[in-house]
């Protein structure tokens, strides 16, 4: 099972007030329904939910459930960072970034990984950091540019916060523009590492030596 943890002020057609809630999100891949209802009793028993949607679902539909509630146009600003306790400090700055957060639009998720996801060898993918027990995706999205400084602020103070307690690793989406073709590459670096990023500029020089898929985050071919 995957589980995602999401704290974020909701919308208000969600009637859930203005505080920030809490989400809990999770997928259960296996046709082994009856274990997946098991471990779902456990979530339950643990936590009793204000709310509950438990459905089968296709994965096309799981990744585009939330499509309405990031509009076109909007401006968005992210950061993410891996770590491996949830320890008293690491809970009290989410509990405190969490009452902090009192605007729709502006959350942040705990990924709890381990699992199959951290069986893999840390060297057969370009993933980073598979031995992270946890990730956490902090991100905010809002219509008015009045709000960059404020909004901005929080995801940064949110993960200067987390930096000692962080793992080190980075996910590629959660970049910001690189802008020339030498931040770009140190991106890269930053997120794989020298022996991946060796690897993955091979593969760029064979299939795409001319750079022709560069609006992603990109690695240079040289």
């Known amino acids: 099972m995957t589980v995602i943890v999401t704290f974020m002020t909701p919308p208000p057609e969600f009637e859930l007030g203005d505080d920030p809630v809490m989400l809990t999100g999770f997928v259960w891949a296996s046709a082994d329904r009856a274990a997946g209802d098991g471990v779902v009793d456990g979530l339950r028993a643990a936590i009793r939910p204000d709310v509950e949607v438990i459905a089968p679902t296709t994965w096309t539909a799981w ?20 770590f491996d306790r949830l320890d008293d400090a690491t809970i009290d700055i989410i509990c405190r970034r969490g009452r902090e957060q009192t605007w729709f639009g502006t959350g942040f998720d705990i ?14 993918t370009p993933f980073p950091g598979r031995s992270a027990r ?8 809002w219509p008015d540019a009045a709000d960059d400084p ?6 940064r103070g949110f993960a200067a916060d987390m930096a000692p307690h962080a793992g080190g690793a980075q996910y590629v989406n959660f970049l910001g523009n690189e802008g020339s073709a030498s931040e770009a590459r140190a991106g890269a670096l930053a997120v794989y590492g020298p022996a991946k990023l060796e690897r993955l500029t091979a593969l760029k020089r064979r299939y795409d030596p001319d750079n022709l ?10």
């Open 150 to 155: 404020a909004r901005t602020a929080f995801v």
């Open 213 to 222: 898929f560069r609006l992603n985050h990109n690695i240079p071919p040289d």
């Open 63 to 82: 990744q585009s459930a939330a499509d309405g509630l990031f509009p076109k146009g909007v401006r968005a600003y992210w950061k993410n960072t891996s």
């Open 111 to 124: 990924h709890v990984m381990d699992g199959a996801f951290g069986r893999v060898d840390e060297d057969a």
């Open 134 to 141: 946890y990730w956490l995706n902090i991100y905010g999205y």
